[in-house]
């Protein structure tokens, strides 16, 4: 899937606060595949880590645990229902 984003020069601010904090960077910059998992979504897509990990070759469990952490940075929203089954299932979708 083509990234359609634009580069941009980072905000002079921002690049200031990351030289001073430079240890807390890693708690907000997605890794190569959480941008993966996150090119993969459709802007106002709900979805399932079983369609992420169909969609970018991880396994169930790996992608969950990928879209699970960008829910956790505010990157995505969570929906969560209960299955017949007894389980929790839940869907991620972009923030507007």
Do not use: W
């Not at 956790?72 to 389980?87: A, F, H, I, P, Q």
């Amino acid at each position: 899937m083509q990234n359609c984003a634009q580069i941009t020069p980072i905000n002079q601010c921002l690049a200031s606060a990351a030289r001073q904090f430079p240890h807390q960077v890693s708690l907000v910059k997605p890794s190569k595949t959480q941008l993966k998992v996150l090119n993969s979504i459709k802007r106002g897509e709900l979805v399932t880590p079983a369609d992420i990990a169909d969609r970018c070759n991880l396994s169930s469990s790996f992608a969950s645990t990928l879209l699970r952490r960008l829910h956790e940075r505010t990157y995505l929203t969570r929906k969560s229902e209960t299955c017949v089954t007894g389980g929790i299932i839940y869907s991620y979708r972009m923030h507007e």
